[in-house]
């Protein structure tokens, strides 16, 4: 009999699951091309061409140990050296291999951070709307999720309602920027705005209130817009980095936390990652993709791919009549949804084999999010299927 915590959880995933082999039953009666699954946040964008040539180069010239051994839980000392030059020319800092665990992608060094902060009843924040498994890594470890409700007109954090949110169980505030569902990337406003909050709170229920800012999409962006680098604004913070996106390697299961060494409790905070590293699991990132990471650590992929779909839907979304914010980063569209049960609106847009994610799932109902990192021409052949779908739902 499997756990109670678990039977809930499997239920609550039956929904994805679903869509899944929705998916799967329409390609079978219309044919996959004919199908149009904007539900999942695969990159299709080919990841450099010297991540494979770097895995081949470091198979062939280094010791099997080398390679595929374990090492310290925080990764190589080696890796961890290179990452912290990269964040330091980048971003003007002063971080060391001190300051970075690798881990298995963004979901790894969450569940750690997490692991390493939080005692039964603590509570963490998030604005919604949230990338949902956040509900689900909080409760890993007995922790409260405290949901700061969306700006719609913007959808920069509330900070607002977040003061009146903080109490003295606050742990954590989880931030997302780039955005997962909306694209929106938070202004240095906002950040700034955030973080004085976060001081004064401190201040006043004399705790320590972490910030922890997850960021596999730090590097897709457009328009030349610039991401605040979170460690620069306040010292409890945490920066959870990944190469799922930003190397399309969502697969191979590779990113890192780094620090501030300002950080309350610094020295054992870092003790408790590696060790919450260990105890959870991963034990440590995978080791060759450690490497690779390293010798690739200028390695980008082609970002515009990504904006040329954004410009096609997101202009084709608006002239049929849609509301919906401009995404400057990641690849994601979360228009409102013309009738208000975003459920329902998912519904009707199976209809027209038009696979979308109800905002709900995101703690923002009203909204639907729609994952436009498959290929252009899809999304030139889905264009009919949402006007369609625009017929049928939004009144003239
Ligand atoms: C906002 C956000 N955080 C974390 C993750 C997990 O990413 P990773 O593959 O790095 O674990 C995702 C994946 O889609 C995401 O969208």
Same mark, same amino acid.
């Given at each position: 009999?499997?756990?109670?915590?678990?039977?809930?959880?499997?239920?609550?995933?039956?929904?994805?699951?679903?869509?899944?082999?929705?998916?799967?039953?329409?390609?079978?009666?219309?044919?996959?091309?004919?199908?149009?699954?904007?539900?999942?946040?695969?990159?299709?964008?080919?990841?450099?061409?010297?991540?494979?040539?770097?895995?081949?180069?470091?198979?062939?010239?280094?010791?099997?140990?080398?390679?595929?051994?374990?090492?310290?839980?925080?990764?190589?000392?080696?890796? &961890?050296?290179?990452?912290?030059?990269?964040?330091?020319?980048?971003?003007?800092?002063?971080?060391?291999?001190?300051?970075?665990?690798?881990?298995?992608?963004?979901?790894?060094?969450?569940?750690?951070?997490?692991?390493?902060?939080?005692?039964?009843?603590?509570?963490?924040?998030?604005?919604?709307?949230?990338?949902?498994?956040?509900?689900?890594?909080?409760?890993?470890?007995?922790?409260?999720?405290?949901?700061?409700?969306?700006?719609?007109?913007?959808?920069?954090?509330?900070?607002?309602?977040?003061?009146?949110?903080? %109490?003295?169980?606050?742990?954590?505030?989880?931030?997302?920027?780039?955005?997962?569902?909306?694209?929106?990337?938070?202004?240095?406003?906002?950040?700034?705005?955030?973080?004085? %909050?976060?001081?004064?709170?401190?201040?006043?229920?004399? %705790?320590?209130?972490?910030?922890?800012?997850?960021?596999?999409? &730090?590097?897709?962006?457009?328009?030349?817009?610039?991401?605040?680098?979170?460690?620069?604004?306040?010292?409890? %913070?945490?920066?959870?980095?990944?190469?799922?996106?930003?190397?399309?390697?969502?697969?191979? &299961?590779?990113?890192?936390?780094?620090?501030?060494?300002?950080?309350?409790?610094?020295?054992?905070?870092?003790?408790?990652?590696?060790?919450?590293?260990?105890?959870?699991?991963?034990?440590?990132?995978?080791?060759?993709?450690?490497?690779?990471?390293?010798?690739?650590?200028?390695?980008?992929?082609?970002?515009?791919?990504?904006?040329?779909? &954004?410009?096609?839907?997101?202009?084709?979304?608006?002239?049929?009549?849609?509301?919906?914010?401009?995404?400057?980063?990641?690849?994601?569209?979360?228009?409102?949804?013309?009738?208000?049960?975003?459920?329902?609106?998912?519904?009707?847009?199976?209809?027209?084999?038009?696979?979308?994610?109800?905002?709900?799932?995101?703690?923002?109902?009203?909204?639907?999010?729609?994952?436009?990192?498959?290929?252009?021409?899809?999304?030139?052949?889905?264009?009919?299927?949402?006007?369609?779908?625009?017929?049928?739902?939004?009144?003239?």
């Amino acid at each position: 009999m499997i756990s109670k915590k678990m039977k809930v959880l499997v239920e609550n995933s039956s929904t994805i699951r679903a869509m899944f082999e929705e998916g799967k039953r329409l390609a079978k009666i219309h044919g996959e091309e004919n199908v149009f699954d904007f539900s999942l946040g695969n990159p299709n964008v080919e990841p450099p061409e010297t991540i494979k040539s770097s895995i081949n180069k470091i198979l062939n010239t280094e010791h099997p140990n080398l390679v595929h051994g374990y090492m310290n839980n925080s990764g190589y000392e080696a890796v &961890r050296t290179k990452i912290a030059d990269f964040i330091n020319h980048k971003h003007n800092l002063d971080v060391t291999q001190n300051n970075i665990v690798m881990t298995c992608g963004a979901a790894g060094g969450l569940n750690i951070i997490l692991k390493t902060l939080i005692n039964p009843g603590d509570e963490v924040i998030v604005f919604a709307p949230f990338f949902g498994e956040y509900r689900n890594y909080v409760s890993n470890y007995d922790g409260e999720l405290v949901i700061v409700p969306p700006d719609i007109e913007t959808f920069e954090p509330n900070i607002e309602v977040l003061k009146e949110k903080i %109490t003295a169980k606050t742990k954590a505030v989880i931030i997302n920027t780039p955005n997962n569902p909306t694209g929106v990337v938070y202004s240095e406003k906002a950040i700034k705005e955030l973080a004085k %909050t976060l001081l004064e709170k401190e201040e006043e229920f004399g %705790t320590s209130i972490y910030l922890i800012s997850d960021e596999p999409y &730090r590097e897709i962006v457009y328009d030349g817009i610039e991401v605040p680098y979170i460690l620069k604004y306040y010292k409890n %913070t945490f920066i959870c980095y990944s190469y799922s996106k930003s190397l399309s390697l969502p697969g191979e &299961r590779i990113g890192y936390i780094v620090t501030n060494s300002k950080m309350d409790d610094f020295e054992s905070v870092m003790s408790a990652l590696n060790v919450a590293n260990r105890i959870l699991g991963f034990v440590n990132a995978p080791s060759l993709f450690q490497r690779v990471v390293a010798d690739c650590i200028d390695a980008e992929v082609d970002v515009e791919i990504y904006k040329r779909n &954004r410009d096609l839907l997101y202009n084709h979304l608006i002239e049929l009549g849609f509301t919906c914010i401009k995404p400057e980063g990641a690849f994601y569209l979360f228009p409102r949804t013309p009738i208000e049960n975003d459920i329902e609106f998912c519904q009707e847009a199976k209809k027209y084999n038009l696979l979308l994610v109800p905002g709900s799932g995101f703690g923002c109902p009203g909204h639907v999010r729609l994952a436009y990192c498959i290929s252009y021409e899809k999304i030139k052949k889905s264009l009919a299927a949402f006007e369609k779908l625009a017929k049928a739902t939004i009144s003239k």
